[in-house]
Structure formats: structure tokens, C-alpha cells
């Protein structure tokens, strides 16, 4: 089979996934004599082939290892492993008897079902960055970003066009979706971003603990929301945060024409008020913002504009303070100590203790 496959140009790769024979065995066969007699049993006396692999008699043991209970962070067991316990026992045979074996022998567990990620009025919303790559008019192609988020109850959407997907700018994007939302839920839900998630963590209990980043921890005190960080590689946890950038990508990107950013932006908002105030939601057949009338959401503090990112710094002897390539004056009075720089949209403050010692727009 190997060999006709391969006369009639089938990729390696594709034997392989057709066979289950590795791509170092496929050549192995192809330099062979061609296959005449059905005869299989005399085949293999002819060529030598049906010895026993050294790591056969390992079978019963590597299939143990598959069945004894891991640590959630170790994930399932991979074929290197199962190599280096065998090396340890003395196997000094091919890593690709072994690696086939592994393949052989691994349990085939059923599929985890995506659930979808419901709530309660008020209770979840939704948060994830997306691109789209869009060739404008004059032929110029450009991966746009954005933001997307959503109430999980109602369907209400917010999303906006960003350069990055730096820290200020996820912060500066949830407050604006909060405004837009009319408040804040219970609890915001967020994909794997570096941005927001600094380490995750197994206790000894099994449990799990996700370490924020400073500032996002900071802006959550500030604001009062609660954050939840989907598990990396759980689709079962984190599927509808993916559909919302998805039903971003399907449905507003695609068959539309854009002459520039401008012009994107507009249909974007265009779209976003469509979607929020017109179209029932195929989930729910209402219209989103009907069902928003209904959310429980708490009033935010902050706004996008002014809320300020805190950052400590030294006033240098000529009564300036330095901070990312910028230099704002303050009083004499402040020179060596250390001053807070109030980091808003478009202002910074600096404040002495309590005392506004300067400023700059």
C-alpha cells in the first residue's frame, strides 16, 4: 500500500496519516523491491522483516505509565517521556520504535465538549483581542487590530480599533466598553493575554491561581472588577471568548470593502450600533439591547480618558523628572525625592505625597 501511494505521488504525510507507517519506515519501503506477492508471511522471511522491536517487551509497562494519575500542570504524557524512562531502564533501541508504540498504546479518550459560557443578567462579561488582515481600496494591506467585548446575558458588543495590545491599552479599551455597557458586571472574563495574566500556578490542593500583572491588579482594585483567566489550551473553558472575536472576523470584516482606516472605523461603529440595537441575537432571538435593560451593572468609578497609571520617580537635580523619553518640570522643593506621575489619556500629574507639584498635557 505504502508503495503504491507513493507511485502515484502521494506526500509523505499523508501516507503516514493514511497508514499510521512512520515517514522514516515509508522511505525505508520505497527503496525496497516492489511488493509482487500477496503472501505476507513469505514476505517477511524474504526481507528479514517481524523481528521483535527492543522495546516491545516494555509494552505492559508503558501502558501503566498511561494510566497513572498527573499533575494537572504536567499534562498528558508525550512519547519523549516515556524515551527517557525507558533509557533509564536501559532500552538502547531507536526513539522511533518508541514514539510509534506511545502512539499505539495512548488512550483514546472522547473529545471534552465545548460548553457554552452562559450568565446571569449582570453576572459575566467578555473580553479578547482580534486581527483581520484588510486590503483597502488603493491596494494597501494592513492587519488590523481590535478589541472586542461583550455581556454574556444581554449580547451587548463594544468593539474598537487598537494600535497594540499593551497594558494601557486593554485597560483604556475595558473602560471604554464598561461606558458603553452603562456600568460594570460581576465578573470580566479574559483569553490568555500576557497583558492582563502574569503566571498561573497549581497549589498543593490542586486548585489553581492566576497571577495578575501589578498594573491590572491595580486598575481592578480601582474599578472593582473581578477578573477570571481562561486556562490556556481549554477550549472547553474558553470557546464563546474566541466566538466573540470570531463573530467580529465573520460578520463584519468579511464582504465589505474599506477605502482607508477612517472609513473602517465608521462602518465599524455603523455595524456595532446595527448588531447591538437591530438584529436579534441568533442565541438568544432577541435584540441586544432590549435584553440590556435587564443587566445589573455596577456604576464605574474611572473613565477611559482619566484614569491614571501611577509610576514612581526620582526628581533629578535640574528639577526635571524623566520618564519614557519625556521630561516634565517641577519645583526646586522636589528635587531628590521621589514623586508619582499620574499617567492619564491625554495628561500626566505629578503629585509630592499629595501636594499636584506639575503637570503637562
Known sequence: ????????????????????????????????????????????????????????????????????????????????????????????????????????????????????????????????????RVR?????????????SRLKYSRFVDVQIVDNEQQETVVRCLLRAYEHFGGIPLMSVFDNMSTVVESREIREDGSAKVNWTQRFAQFAIDCGVIPLACWPYRPQQKGSVENLVGFVKDNFFVARTFQDRPDLIAQLQGWVDYVNTERPCDATKEIPLTRLAQESLKVCAHQADTYAFKVSAVVCPTARVHYRGMEYSVPAVAIGQTVTLHLQQQRVAIYLGRTLAGGAS
Open 1 to 132: 500500500m505504502v508503495q503504491k501511494l507513493r507511485q502515484e505521488g502521494v506526500p509523505q504525510k499523508q501516507v503516514r496519516e493514511l497508514t499510521g507507517i512512520s515517514e522514516r519506515t515509508t522511505s525505508r519501503i520505497e527503496k525496497e523491491p516492489e511488493v509482487t506477492n500477496a503472501d505476507d508471511e513469505s514476505f517477511r522471511k524474504s526481507r528479514n522483516l517481524g523481528r521483535p522491536s527492543a522495546v516491545e517487551q516494555y509494552e505492559r509497562e508503558i501502558q501503566q505509565w498511561f494510566e497513572e494519575a498527573r499533575k494537572l500542570e504536567d499534562g498528558p504524557l508525550q512519547g519523549q517521556e516515556v524515551l527517557a524512562r525507558l533509557r533509564a531502564k536501559g532500552y538502547t533501541g531507536g526513539k522511533t520504535a518508541v514514539y510509534e508504540l506511545v502512539h499505539r498504546l495512548r488512550p483514546t479518550n472522547p473529545p471534552v465538549p465545548i460548553v457554552r459560557f452562559e450568565g446571569l443578567p449582570g453576572e459575566f462579561s467578555q473580553h479578547d483581542f482580534g486581527q483581520r
Open 136 to 148: 483597502f481600496a488603493d491596494g494597501h494591506i494592513e492587519v488590523v487590530r481590535f478589541f472586542a
